[in-house]
């Protein structure tokens, strides 16, 4: 075989297997983007959000109907972020079946990194604010979703042992 193809064709097999790792983190942070412009602001998702409650709960004062609003759209950071932290860590294993605790620090590092420049981005959104408070909700997803993965990998780990044991 021709070194210089065989080259070519490793580099494209790298290629290929590093957009396969990444592209799931990829397309969930453009969708975290999209999430953050003016259609999901808080005064747009109320006009779905509380009327959809309302019709739940009709005896509950607006008042508290925008209180759930506001605890969903922040259960919303966390989740978004939760996912995304599970995404990056899927990347960083890169199909190996071990864990490390460095890569757990580094999907942290880049959720909140992420999450830092999403709401430096709403700066210069109309309708939407950056809250330090978002970034440590974000952050707090990105962290539990590495404290699950960790104890899903100790439990695949001790059901492995278990099993050989058998």
């Known amino acids: 075989m021709n070194p210089s ?14 957009l396969l790792r ?8 453009i969708v975290i983007s ?5 259609f999901f ?9 509380i009327p959809i409650l309302h019709w739940l709960f009709p005896r509950v004062s607006l008042v508290a109907l925008a209180d759930w609003h506001e605890l969903i759209r922040k259960c919303g950071h966390f989740v978004e972020y939760f996912i995304l932290s599970v995404l990056i860590l899927r990347g960083l294993r890169a199909g190996r079946r071990e864990s490390h605790l460095a890569w757990a620090l580094l999907a942290i590092l880049l959720v909140a990194g992420y999450a830092s420049m999403d ?11 950056p809250a330090v408070r978002d970034v440590l909700i974000d952050t707090t997803g990105g962290i539990v979703a590495q ?3 960790a104890l899903a990998f100790v ?6 042992a278990r099993a050989r044991r058998e």
């Open 5 to 18: 193809l065989h080259s070519a064709n490793t580099h494209q097999a790298t290629r290929a297997g590093w």
């Open 147 to 149: 404290i699950a993965a």
């Open 22 to 29: 990444w592209w799931p983190a990829i397309v969930w942070a």
């Open 119 to 129: 709401e430096f981005h709403q700066r210069f959104v109309p309708g939407r604010t």
């Open 41 to 49: 602001a808080a005064s747009n998702t109320a006009g779905i959000i």
């Open 155 to 160: 439990g695949e780990d001790a059901r492995a």
């Open 34 to 38: 999209v999430f953050s412009t003016k």
